[in-house]
């Protein structure tokens, strides 16, 4: 999890530190069905032991440390979750999620205003529905992958500034894996998306071989982003996708989308599911990244992610752009510090904006 993130704020705050190391995934059904088992004997692991994923329904249980045997709903059970405060404070920060009042959230009264990564706009070179007509292998190529309507391609313009990527209400639109060069820097591919329900029965079952096919032949991939839904997390159709990049050994990483649809408290259960699910596996990245594309929150994350994965740190991330976000960082805890202070010697009732109390904002 290492490269990007919080960055220079981490070092300046350390309990900040984004949590990746944490437990299993997601919120379902209470019918969801056993799908268990489906290990891989793949060599490349990052010491971890082989890989077997659980149901979605075991994973939370397993989260939240009841008996098996213990007869509570999902919905109960994904109640029962304690994300860690770090995570609450990492949401605050990129302000993900909506705020409440309750345990988890708090009034917000100050604000970290992170230096932009700037990206350059995309333009569309290709569009591929099989092996043959994929492109020639030329740059650093990054997927995004998901089911229909997770927001891949309102993403993959939102990262760059750019509207190449046609977006739409409808699910299933995007048919064909669609190319797009920034600047011959790298390519970012928008993948068709899969488990939408007024699909043809043919297009339905030919959405995983076209990936795989992909996934499989593409020596430029450097990662797959999995898009989940932060209302739904990990679903089924998610499930199969996952045990073709965990056989080919196929490194990917989560990307919990459409962030300012659910409550922080949810997102924050919900990022210890997905990253509990992460370290357990064999091939996903730890950390799991949170964004919203109509909040523009936790794009720039994405961005030094992609960034780093292929390797042009050099051209977007300068110097400059490390002071900005060191300073940035350090106003930040600053105010987080002040902000527990006060809300400890008021008994644990902050007032932030009252009469008399100059508002705290950071200046940058
Ligand atoms: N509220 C919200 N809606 C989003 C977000 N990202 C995408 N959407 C909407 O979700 C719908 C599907 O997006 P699209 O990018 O076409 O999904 P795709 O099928 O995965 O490519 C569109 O109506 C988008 O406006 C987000 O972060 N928040
Ligand atoms: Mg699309």
Redesign the pocket.
Known sequence: MSNCVLGSLLRAQPSLVLIANTAPICFMRRTFSSRTNVSSNTSRSKGKAAYVPNTTVEALKEAVKTGRDEALSNRQLFARLHPEQKTIDMLDMYRLGIEKQGKYDRKRWFHYREPEVKLPHLSFFAGAQQTQSFPSETLPEIA?V?????????????LCGSTA??????????QQLNFYTANNDFHLI?MP?YG?AFAKEEAKNSWLSVIESYIHNRRTLQRVMV?LDARHGIKVNDRDLLEVLERTNTKYQFVL?????VYRTHLAKLHLLVSNEASQSRHCVDRVML?????KAGLNSLRKEIVHICNIGEKYLTKEYYKNEHIAGTEYSKQLQLYHDTARSKGGKHQPASKGHKKQSCTL
């Open positions: 995004f998901g089911r229909s309507n997770v927001g891949k391609s309102t993403l993959v313009n939102q990527a046609r977006t739409s209400n409808k699910p299933g639109l995007t928008d998306g939408f898009l989308t459409k962030c300012d649809l964004v919203s594309a109509r909040d």
